[in-house]
């Protein structure tokens, strides 16, 4: 399998994944703003020219919650999802699917404000809403984390997917003061030796 990849993207999911599965994979790293990534090949795997692109042989997978769905289905043989009929699976799938869909929409916005735009065209008003409502975000995580070290049982592709979204939530001043179970989480998740690996790639 082939990941392609920008540090400090999506794409880390991607590798976190397979280093915590034991797959082998190689990695094409790109630069934002990278000219490979707007040639008829590249937009061929994705039309919007991001990362993560996932080949695996003759199939292309994009978007990293598809991703992470394709790999656990076709080569986890039942590692990092729950049965199911687990009690669990309803927690998985909500927070497989949370990152994107409530999180990764903040992120984006203060990235933008932070780093891709020249300062004169940075809004202050829109990061501080940002930062604000990403900070809300982590209490639903907050409040699923009470009493238990992961989102669904044990540790599986919610984690990478939420998880992840925590750890930069955290990189990015969203504020875990009144978060200890969050807080928590996230050194739990950063000792991990696969995503280690993840955000060193």
Known sequence: MKIHHIPNTRSVRIIWLCEELGLPYEVESYAFGDPRMREAGY????PMARVPVLEDGETVVFESGAIVQ??????GEGRLVPDAASPEFPHYLTWLHYAEGMMMPQ???IVVETRMLPEDKRNPVNLERAVKLLTRMLTGVERQLEGRDYLAGAFSGADIMTGHASVVASKLGADLSDKPNTA???ERLLARPAVQKAFAT
Do not use: I
Request: glycine content about 0%; cysteine-free.
């Open 43 to 46: 937009l061929a795997r994705h």
């Open 70 to 75: 394709y790999v656990l289905a076709r080569y």
């Open 107 to 109: 992120v984006n916005t």
């Open 184 to 186: 928590a989480y996230v």
